[in-house]
């Protein structure tokens, strides 16, 4: 379904941060990205949820080469990846009704055709009462269910997300990792980059370990 | 009960909604959109003060012009032997029958007195002064008469009449405005020029400090005319808000000076509101607004341009 073949990259005339990358993630698959800073985590997911293109090698999104697809193309596959930036990246003067229901209105849907559904999927998340709160009123946990929120409305084949554990709590973090369990029970795969080995240890499942740019899949 | 989504609007300032709320995606209120709402307000001002000093020259011109070339002043020296009834008589005879002459009328003593006053004062003992006579003529501007023959007539029909055309004063009332005109419209043109620069500019960096937004909307699917068309809007309904308060501001400050300059006596009058007038300062926020929306669209497709 998703498969990176000797992918390497380079930015600009930089060294080399990926080298010869090569790994296949199944279809309803769960995995953990992991490793060590600088080993090129958020490069691999800037390929993964196509914001760089590679410097060579082979990736592969939902069957379809990525080198083969138009620009007109491009964000139909982008709409089957949803995205939980390290960050957030939920835009300040949105609600969180309206950063959660971004992903539809950006594909011109009426909000009256997905009203209803922002509001179930943030109650889902545990946010149905702070539909209206701004995110600098938000706490660290609660950004992160909305960029969850955020990141799986638009019912993604693919759910990349990064350090979502890093901002909060051990007892969130299981909240957390239990919403990804869920989704992946509802057949969205699922990849979370973690440095967070406590996190890997309580949901046993494969990971891809990065390391100066090379990848190894353990378990 | 499940709560109903608001949007942020209500809870936002006063200032905010009414100047830089758009619904859009990008931010209203904050560092980015109130300057750009103000700057867009300061350079529409500017320019709609220039358009309007240009308006009110040109207006002056005519108005100059048209005075002056309305009018012929026939002036009866007194000559010796010569009956000034008689003088004038053939003068007037002349101009009754030249086409183009609406009307001639002979000043009396005290309509020539009237106006040498400014220059003599009042207290001139008036028997003793040998006044010309003078007659004053209206010309159909529409269809004036050949003024060399008629000149030649009046010098013709007795000794001592000769025609005033006013031309020199014309010729001089015309290069002053024209050299008026051309540096109102030579500011007119550095003004624009300046707005257009920094309109862009603004808009560029209202732009660059979402950036960030722009990004998120390419990562999650969003196609570049849906995200271009949002920051257009967005751009639209920021410039034409801007352009209108500098326009409301610049007709206050119209109206002001009108109220000023007709308590007092001033070379150059306000132009009356003609609806060619109304429609180009109308069309300064407009240009504005444009000027934002084209820069924004290419800032943003250039920028996604560079995205994968």
Same mark, same amino acid.
């Given at each position: 379904?998703?498969?990176?073949?000797?992918?390497?990259?380079?930015?600009?005339?930089?060294?080399?941060?990926?080298?010869?990358?090569?790994?296949?993630?199944?279809?309803?698959?769960?995995?953990?990205?992991?490793?060590?800073?600088?080993?090129? /985590?958020?490069?691999?997911?800037?390929?993964?949820?196509?914001?760089?293109?590679?410097?060579?090698?082979?990736?592969?999104?939902?069957?379809?080469?990525? @080198?083969?697809?138009?620009?007109?193309? !491009?964000?139909?596959?982008?709409?089957?990846?949803?995205?939980?930036?390290?960050?957030?990246?939920?835009? @300040?003067?949105?609600?969180?009704?309206?950063? %959660?229901?971004?992903?539809?209105? @950006?594909?011109? /849907?009426?909000?009256?055709?997905?009203?209803?559904?922002?509001?179930?999927?943030?109650?889902? %998340?545990?946010?149905?009462?702070? !539909?209206?709160?701004?995110?600098?009123?938000?706490?660290?946990?609660?950004?992160?269910?909305?960029?969850? @929120?955020?990141?799986?409305? $638009?019912?993604?084949?693919?759910?990349?997300?990064?350090?979502?554990?890093?901002? %909060?709590?051990?007892?969130?973090?299981?909240?957390?990792?239990? !919403?990804? %369990?869920?989704?992946?029970?509802?057949?969205?795969?699922?990849?979370?980059?973690?440095?967070?080995?406590?996190?890997?240890?309580?949901?046993?499942?494969?990971?891809?370990?990065?390391?100066?740019?090379?990848?190894?899949?353990? $378990? | 009960?499940?709560?109903?989504?608001?949007?942020?609007?209500?809870?936002?300032?006063?200032?905010?909604?009414?100047?830089? &709320?758009?619904?859009?995606?990008?931010?209203?209120?904050?560092?980015?959109?109130?300057?750009?709402?103000?700057?867009?307000?300061?350079?529409?001002?500017?320019?709609?003060?220039?358009?309007?000093?240009?308006?009110?020259?040109?207006?002056?011109? =005519?108005?100059?012009?048209? =005075?002056?070339?309305?009018?012929?002043? +026939?002036?009866?020296?007194?000559?010796?032997?010569?009956?000034?009834?008689? =003088?004038?008589?053939?003068?007037?005879? +002349?101009?009754?029958?030249?086409?183009?002459?609406?009307?001639?009328?002979?000043?009396?003593?005290?309509?020539?007195?009237?106006?040498? =006053?400014?220059?003599?004062?009042?207290?001139?003992?008036?028997?003793?002064?040998?006044?010309?006579?003078?007659?004053? +003529?209206?010309?159909?501007?529409?269809?004036?008469?050949?003024?060399?023959?008629?000149?030649?007539?009046?010098?013709?029909?007795?000794?001592?009449?000769?025609?005033?055309?006013?031309?020199?004063?014309?010729?001089?009332?015309?290069?002053?405005?024209?050299?008026?005109?051309?540096?109102?419209?030579?500011?007119?043109?550095?003004?624009?020029?300046?707005?257009?620069?920094? +309109?862009?500019?603004?808009?560029?960096?209202?732009?660059?400090?979402?950036? &960030?937004?722009?990004?998120?909307?390419?990562?999650?699917?969003?196609?570049?005319?849906?995200?271009?068309?949002?920051?257009?809007?967005?751009?639209?309904?920021?410039?034409?808000?801007?352009?209108?308060?500098?326009?409301?501001?610049?007709?206050?400050?119209?109206?002001?000076?009108?109220?000023?300059?007709?308590?007092?006596?001033?070379?150059?009058?306000?132009?009356?509101?003609?609806?060619?007038?109304?429609?180009?300062?109308?069309?300064?926020?407009?240009?504005?607004?444009?000027?934002?929306?084209?820069?924004?669209?290419?800032?943003?497709?250039?920028?996604?341009?560079?995205?994968?």
């Amino acid at each position: 379904m998703i498969r990176f073949e000797n992918v390497g990259l380079r930015y600009e005339s930089g060294p080399e941060v990926l080298r010869d990358v090569t790994f296949t993630l199944e279809r309803g698959s769960f995995h953990f990205l992991t490793g060590p800073s600088g080993a090129g /985590k958020t490069s691999l997911l800037r390929l993964m949820f196509l914001d760089h293109k590679p410097s060579r090698g082979l990736i592969t999104m939902f069957d379809r080469p990525i @080198a083969t697809l138009t620009r007109h193309e !491009l964000p139909d596959i982008r709409r089957e990846i949803g995205v939980v930036f390290q960050d957030f990246r939920l835009i @300040a003067h949105l609600t969180a009704y309206e950063n %959660v229901a971004l992903p539809l209105r @950006a594909r011109g /849907k009426s909000e009256d055709s997905y009203r209803a559904d922002v509001i179930e999927l943030l109650q889902w %998340v545990g946010m149905g009462e702070r !539909l209206n709160a701004l995110p600098s009123t938000l706490s660290g946990g609660e950004k992160q269910r909305v960029a969850i @929120a955020r990141a799986v409305m $638009g019912r993604p084949r693919l759910l990349i997300a990064d350090e979502p554990t890093g901002n %909060v709590d051990a007892e969130m973090g299981n909240r957390l990792l239990h !919403l990804f %369990v869920e989704l992946n029970r509802l057949g969205t795969s699922i990849l979370i980059a973690t440095h967070d080995r406590e996190l890997i240890a309580r949901n046993p499942a494969p990971a891809l370990v990065l390391h100066k740019g090379e990848v190894e899949i353990h $378990g | 009960m499940v709560e109903v989504p608001m949007t942020g609007t209500a809870r936002r300032s006063l200032l905010a909604r009414l100047f830089v &709320e758009t619904r859009s995606v990008m931010p209203a209120a904050g560092s980015t959109g109130l300057s750009l709402v103000l700057v867009i307000a300061t350079m529409c001002f500017l320019a709609s003060l220039t358009l309007g000093a240009v308006l009110a020259v040109n207006h002056a011109t =005519q108005s100059w012009t048209r =005075q002056l070339s309305g009018a012929l002043t +026939v002036e009866i020296r007194a000559v010796e032997g010569q009956d000034p009834e008689m =003088q004038r008589d053939a003068a007037l005879t +002349v101009l009754s029958k030249t086409p183009g002459i609406l009307t001639a009328k002979t000043l009396t003593r005290d309509d020539v007195a009237a106006l040498i =006053q400014p220059w003599l004062g009042a207290d001139i003992a008036r028997e003793d002064l040998p006044f010309p006579q003078l007659i004053d +003529v209206r010309v159909d501007t529409a269809a004036p008469p050949d003024l060399v023959a008629l000149a030649a007539a009046l010098e013709k029909s007795a000794p001592g009449v000769k025609l005033d055309s006013h031309r020199e004063w014309l010729d001089d009332i015309n290069g002053a405005a024209n050299a008026a005109q051309g540096l109102s419209y030579a500011i007119l043109a550095i003004i624009t020029l300046t707005t257009i620069a920094i +309109v862009t500019f603004a808009t560029r960096a209202g732009l660059l400090a979402n950036h &960030e937004i722009v990004e998120l909307l390419h990562l999650i699917g969003a196609r570049d005319n849906f995200i271009a068309s949002e920051i257009q809007r967005h751009f639209l309904l920021l410039g034409l808000r801007g352009g209108v308060l500098g326009l409301a501001l610049s007709l206050l400050a119209f109206g002001g000076m009108a109220l000023a300059m007709n308590s007092r006596s001033f070379l150059v009058s306000m132009p009356t509101i003609q609806p060619w007038t109304l429609t180009s300062l109308l069309l300064v926020p407009v240009m504005a607004a444009l000027v934002s929306v084209i820069t924004a669209r290419m800032t943003v497709m250039r920028g996604l341009g560079r995205m994968m």
